[in-house]
């Protein structure tokens, strides 16, 4: 029988001794959280335990009202509910509030505070690119949640103009006037279908924030066929399952440079960890449980 709400928990825990963590979003088996949080949890030797909560958008409030209750100490929020979250929510941080978007959930005392830590993530992975970014077009894919935390870090390198595609043109179009007001120096465009071809061999940067590629439909590209890359572009899938996807594949056989969601995952994690828990995130060993879960697949 399919049940709209499943948890399923990593370790068996003494609930006397340990504090609940997790995820929650909905057909999220692909998810490989639990395995970098509880890796991390390990090897500091905590108290806490990192489970799914996987669940449609109307358990929603009961399940955050059950949080409160139930004293679980916090949550990554992903697809499709990090938007839909927020107004269930007690507060939410100054990036939270500007992306319209929260990945995770912190629990002090029955009060539920919403941050972004998807922007920390993004961050991290082109901070090395930074220099080949200023003043360029980039292109990012999609409209949701991860896109905007994409949106929110590469405004931050400043470049001429960001094109933006999404397959619901509406919500491409709400999200670019969003990142316009919030980034007046930036110029924020939505890119049409029919356009999107030529827009990607001109960004200098391409982002996937889409869910087009990831596991089980790996073959999937979230631009046409028929596109081609250059060895002076950057493309940077999220996706992280699996870590090349067909994106990446032939932007790679093309000459580009490319970056997978490794360093995404890896840092938005980290943050939301040490909001939880107050500790610094090991990431040596998690990252490494994570390389293993995935070469299993
Ligand atoms: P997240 O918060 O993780 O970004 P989301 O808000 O559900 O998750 O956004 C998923 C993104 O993937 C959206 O941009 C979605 O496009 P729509 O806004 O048109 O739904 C995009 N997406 C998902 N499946 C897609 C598909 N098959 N083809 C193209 N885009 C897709």
Request: charged share 20%.
């Given at each position: 029988?399919?049940t709209r709400?499943?948890?399923?928990?990593e370790h068996?825990?003494d609930?006397?001794k340990?504090?609940?963590?997790?995820?929650?979003g909905?057909h999220?088996?692909?998810t490989?959280s639990?395995?970098?949080?509880n890796?991390?949890?390990?090897v500091?030797?905590?108290p806490?335990?990192y489970g799914?909560?996987?669940?449609?958008g109307e358990?929603?409030?009961?399940l955050?009202?059950?949080?409160?209750?139930?004293?679980?100490?916090g949550?990554?929020?992903?697809?499709?509910?990090?938007?839909?979250?927020?107004?269930?929510?007690?507060?939410l941080?100054?990036?939270?509030?500007?992306?319209g978007?929260v990945?995770?959930?912190?629990?002090?005392d029955?009060?539920?505070r919403?941050?972004n830590?998807?922007?920390?993530?993004?961050r991290a992975?082109?901070?090395?690119?930074?220099?080949?970014?200023?003043n360029e077009?980039?292109?990012?894919?999609?409209?949701?949640?991860?896109s905007r935390?994409?949106?929110?870090?590469a405004a931050e390198?400043?470049?001429?103009?960001i094109?933006?595609?999404?397959?619901?043109?509406e919500?491409a179009?709400?999200?670019?006037?969003?990142?316009?007001?919030?980034?007046?120096?930036?110029?924020?465009?939505?890119?049409?279908?029919?356009?999107l071809?030529?827009?990607a061999?001109q960004?200098r940067l391409i982002v996937n924030?889409?869910?087009?590629?990831?596991?089980p439909?790996?073959?999937?590209?979230?631009l046409?066929?028929?596109?081609?890359?250059?060895?002076h572009?950057?493309?940077?899938?999220?996706?992280?399952t699996?870590l090349q996807?067909?994106?990446?594949?032939?932007?790679a056989?093309?000459?580009?440079?490319?970056?997978?969601?490794?360093?995404?995952f890896?840092?938005?994690?980290?943050?939301?960890?040490?909001?939880?828990?107050?500790?610094?995130?090991?990431?040596?060993?998690p990252?490494?449980?994570?390389?293993?879960?995935?070469?299993?697949?």
């Amino acid at each position: 029988m399919q049940t709209r709400c499943s948890v399923s928990i990593e370790h068996n825990a003494d609930p006397m001794k340990q504090s609940l963590l997790g995820i929650i979003g909905h057909h999220i088996s692909y998810t490989l959280s639990p395995a970098l949080h509880n890796e991390a949890i390990r090897v500091l030797g905590l108290p806490y335990t990192y489970g799914v909560f996987d669940v449609s958008g109307e358990m929603l409030p009961g399940l955050l009202e059950a949080m409160r209750r139930e004293h679980v100490r916090g949550a990554n929020v992903t697809k499709p509910h990090k938007e839909a979250v927020m107004p269930l929510l007690d507060e939410l941080s100054g990036e939270a509030t500007a992306l319209g978007a929260v990945n995770t959930i912190v629990n002090t005392d029955g009060v539920l505070r919403g941050e972004n830590t998807d922007v920390d993530g993004v961050r991290a992975s082109l901070v090395p690119h930074a220099a080949m970014l200023s003043n360029e077009p980039l292109l990012v894919l999609g409209a949701g949640g991860a896109s905007r935390a994409a949106l929110y870090a590469a405004a931050e390198f400043r470049p001429c103009t960001i094109m933006i595609h999404n397959r619901n043109t509406e919500r491409a179009r709400q999200t670019a006037a969003i990142f316009a007001a919030l980034f007046p120096d930036v110029r924020f465009d939505v890119v049409e279908a029919a356009n999107l071809v030529q827009a990607a061999s001109q960004a200098r940067l391409i982002v996937n924030t889409t869910t087009v590629g990831m596991t089980p439909d790996t073959d999937a590209m979230p631009l046409p066929n028929e596109t081609r890359f250059s060895n002076h572009q950057i493309i940077f899938d999220i996706v992280y399952t699996p870590l090349q996807t067909a994106l990446l594949r032939k932007a790679a056989a093309d000459g580009a440079a490319v970056i997978n969601g490794m360093d995404m995952f890896i840092h938005q994690g980290a943050r939301a960890f040490t909001l939880w828990t107050g500790e610094k995130f090991p990431v040596q060993a998690p990252r490494e449980r994570v390389l293993r879960e995935l070469g299993m697949r």
